[in-house]
């Protein structure tokens, strides 16, 4: 969306101020643990942009809450690659040439400006995952953030299960089900999960390498279907924060849903 179309959708400037407000109306609140998905242009036009965002999630957490985000890359075996595919002779040239994962400097890919500018914000650490990273500031940052393995990237040694641990929250704001990181790490713990490998390149022993993984097949296309009945069965918080439709609710609940509704689905479904 152009800047000028969300001028005129914005009926007055979303400020550091306004957005705490209303961050804290949907009930966000000092100390939490909470892993953020946003889209920075549902809010409407915001005086600061991701910075004043983040600022405002941080006002509200304080140093005594944790902030969390996704900072997956794409860096990825390409012959795996769908959209868009690569042409099959690139493949071999792909993996042998893509630069390693470096924590401090390989971007995030397809989840916004606001995930972008949180993983370079000053103190926040990020995990060592080479595609499926998270990015953390705060209390239980390093917590989160540290052991996750390149085998089963979002399963049990993830930061998604430690901020089941610390029985964090979700926050969406202006996103949908489909962004949902966290009902990943019910893939895995339902049964019936279908196998698969991938590559990435990594820095080890001071040398670029490629290395393989075993992991699961994941499916974020299921999601909105399985947000549509957890929020038939669990009351959760619902507002806006500025334009964005936006929702809060903890993420133990929605992963603990998640697996009995996978668990059923894949028994029926094969």
Request: with cysteine; net charge negative.
């Amino acid at each position: 969306m152009r800047e000028s179309e969300i001028i005129q959708k914005t009926p007055e400037p979303r400020t550091v101020e306004s957005i705490s407000r209303d961050l804290r109306a949907l009930g966000l609140r000092e100390g939490m643990t909470v892993i953020v998905h946003a889209s920075l242009s549902s809010i409407g036009w915001v005086c600061g942009e991701a910075v004043a965002v983040i600022q405002a999630l941080l006002n509200v957490v304080t140093e005594e809450g944790t902030l969390v985000m996704p900072a997956q890359t794409g860096l990825s075996d390409p012959a795996g690659w769908k959209n868009p595919p690569v042409p099959a002779p690139w493949v071999a040239i792909i993996r042998e040439t893509m630069p390693a994962y470096d924590a401090a400097v390989t971007p995030t890919r397809g989840i916004g400006i606001i995930a972008e500018t949180f993983r370079k914000w000053p103190g926040a650490v990020r995990s060592s995952h080479p595609n499926l990273s998270l990015s953390a500031l705060g209390k239980n940052a390093r917590r989160i953030t540290e052991g996750q393995t390149i085998d089963y990237a979002l399963g049990e040694n993830s930061p998604l299960a430690r901020i089941y641990d610390l029985d964090g929250y979700v926050l969406m704001l202006g996103t949908g089900y489909d962004t949902c990181t966290s009902l990943h790490l019910a893939e895995y713990r339902a049964p019936g999960a279908k196998p698969c490998r991938d590559g990435f390149p990594i820095m080890k022993d001071g040398r670029r390498t490629w290395v393989e993984s075993e992991d699961i097949v994941l499916d974020s296309d299921i999601f909105p279907h399985i947000g549509a009945d957890f929020e038939e069965s669990v009351q959760i918080s619902r507002g806006y924060v500025g334009s964005a439709g936006s929702r809060l609710f903890r993420q133990r609940e929605a992963v603990d849903f998640a697996t009995k509704w996978l668990t059923e689905y894949r028994k029926s479904h094969g």
